[in-house]
């Protein structure tokens, strides 16, 4: 990525410098085009072309590559080296941290499309979330109807858009695919009644096509406010407390891990409608999306679990959460 940047290195004080400045300014901070240009400050575009020409020659302006990316590139090698990732993306770090689940979603939908195009893909599966969100707003119109895009996990039983039965729905919709759905809440009441359920036809037969997924596409939850989980998902007998105190740091597919990516021992992981840890491990790409400081150490647990072979992130929560995962494997290696 270059960013084309003018400098000024003369004070504009006569008829000809203000229009060197003027027609510089216009090109390279505007974007502008030289017959746009030309038409603007009513000249020609020959006069124009040799402006930008004198003006690189003279030192008027001058131009610095600033590759952001080249830090990005880097952390995504050492990424995929700690951790035996496939692929990995990251993006620079915004200013303003609201911005992370729309730039990481324009990375997701990006890369899907890639996936698509140049490998044979008749199962994507998708979770939940403001970032699957925003990657389904980004995908472009494809026709791919010998393509299935299912739900992989249960449910809100109230409808918001980032609800994964909308996000299900609208990402086949713009690829003109096929759509199913795993048709339940989150979590069952009991994890007897959990078995119940999932013993029943319909929901083998979903569990089945989860497995079959060529693709899945998941999000990673924290343990603080906002999460979709904390805030929406959580049964009312149980606390964001409890589940602190048996080790969770967050969350995949509704199913709480420690820091070091292995499920806690509490008997909500064992309510949860989704596949297990295990099942994830079996499909054959399984996608990360996720940003932002608050999931640092959930995406290091996941880093650590190793349920997944891509990850998307950007670089100020990649970089934190790789070094708290490499801390805590060298402090397992030395225990």
């Not at 990251?90 to 324009?106: D, K, R, V």
């Not at 039965?165 to 007897?192: H, N, T, V």
């Not at 497995?211 to 979709?228: F, K, Q």
């Not at 990850?311 to 929560?317: A, G, I, N, S, V």
Request: charged share 20%.
């Amino acid at each position: 990525m270059t960013n084309d940047r003018v400098v000024p290195q003369i004070m504009a004080t006569s008829s000809d410098e203000q229009m060197q400045v003027r027609v510089v300014w216009l090109y390279y901070m505007e974007g502008r085009t030289q017959l746009e240009i030309a038409d603007t400050l009513s000249t020609n575009r020959l006069r124009v072309n040799k402006i930008i020409a004198e003006a690189r020659k003279s030192g008027l302006v001058t131009i610095t590559l600033n590759s952001k990316l080249t830090s990005c590139v880097e952390l995504e090698q050492q990424l995929m080296a700690d951790f035996s990732l496939s692929h990995v993306t990251i993006i620079p770090t915004p200013e303003n941290p609201e911005l992370i689940p729309a730039l990481l979603g324009q990375a997701t939908a990006d890369y899907l499309v890639q996936q698509i195009n140049t490998t044979k893909i008749t199962g994507i599966g998708v979770g939940w979330g403001a970032t699957l969100r925003e990657t389904v707003r980004c995908m472009p119109a494809l026709k791919r109807p010998d393509i299935c895009v299912n739900s992989v996990m249960g449910g809100l039983t109230h409808g918001i858009e980032i609800n994964t039965f909308d996000i299900a729905s609208d990402m086949a919709r713009q690829l003109s695919a096929q759509c199913a759905y795993l048709a339940a809440p989150i979590y069952a009441g009991s994890p007897k009644s959990r078995d119940a359920i999932i013993r029943q036809d319909v929901f083998e037969e979903a569990f089945r096509r989860i497995g079959a997924n060529d693709i899945i596409i998941l999000s990673i939850g924290d343990m603080t406010d906002r999460s979709l989980l904390m805030r929406y998902g959580l049964p009312t007998d149980v606390t964001i407390d409890e589940l602190l105190a048996a080790g969770a740091c967050g969350d995949v597919v509704a199913q709480f891990m420690d820091c070091y990516g292995k499920p806690i021992k509490h008997p909500l992981n064992k309510r949860a409608i989704a596949p297990s840890f295990e099942a994830l491990r079996k499909v054959p790409r399984v996608v990360f999306t996720s940003g932002g400081l608050n999931k640092a150490n959930a995406i290091a647990a996941v880093l650590l679990a190793g349920i997944g072979s891509v990850l998307l992130c950007d670089e100020e929560t990649a970089r934190r959460a790789r070094d708290i995962a490499l801390k805590l494997k060298e402090d397992t290696c030395s225990s």
